[in-house]
Structures are given as C-alpha cells and as structure tokens.
C-alpha cells in the first residue's frame, strides 16, 4: 500500500558528506514519523534519525552533530544529511516510516520499510 524508496547512497571517503533521499508514495492519508535506520553486517539494525510531522527530531548519540534529518512534507520526501562521515558509518541505510493508509477495511496506521540504500566510507 506504501512505497518508500531511498536515493543517494555510495562510496565516500573519510571526511565527505552524503545525502539521502526518501519518497513515499501510494494509499497515504497522512504520515506520522518518518526516519532512518541503519544495518551494518554482522550487526542489528539501528536507528539513526526521526522526524515528526510536527518537525520535531530524534537522533542516535553518534548522529548527532553530523546527520541532519530534514522532511518536506508536501512532496512525502524524508532527508538525511551526512556530514564528517567515518568507516564505522558504513551500513545499509533504510527508510523507514509511519503511515495512515487507506486500507482494504478503512483507514489504519501501519509502518512501512524502503528496500535500503549501501553507504560505504572507505579511503
């Protein structure tokens, strides 16, 4: 009923910055929180950054002072600037949102998960 697909992931040295783009699309009646979360190998996923439809922001310890979470609400597009990036910020980095949707029965709230986008710090 919703699709969320993330843009922007790569190779990046030490030091660069990234960002990465998320659209939601399909039966949406309102989005609630939108964020990122991350999955390194060998490791659980986490969360990196979320965003109220208010605007209010939630960030990882780690994230904070060099991710930047941003959300334009009119288009259903989530943002995640990455500034000062570091080896260990290499992960599998995913969209990650909750929805009122039109479902089958009526509107209800689910949560929905975009497929991923690789960001790899290496030199």
């Known amino acids: 009923q919703v699709q969320l697909v993330e843009s922007g992931g790569g190779l990046m040295q030490p030091g660069g910055s990234l960002r990465l783009s998320c659209v939601a699309s399909?039966?949406?009646?309102?989005?609630?929180?939108m964020g990122w979360f991350r999955q390194a190998p060998g490791k659980e996923r986490e969360l990196v950054a979320a965003i109220s439809s208010g605007g209010s922001t939630n960030y990882a310890d780690s994230m904070k002072g060099r991710f930047t979470i941003s959300r334009d609400n009119a288009k259903n597009m989530v943002y995640l600037q990455m500034n000062s990036l570091k080896p260990e910020d290499t992960a599998v980095y995913y969209c990650?949102?909750?929805?009122?949707?039109?479902?089958?029965?009526?509107?209800?709230?689910?949560?929905?998960w975009g497929q991923g986008t690789q960001v790899t710090v290496s030199s």
């Open positions: 399909g039966s949406i009646i309102s989005i609630n929180v």
């Open positions: 990650h949102g909750q929805f009122r949707v039109l479902g089958e029965l009526g509107p209800q709230t689910s949560v929905y």
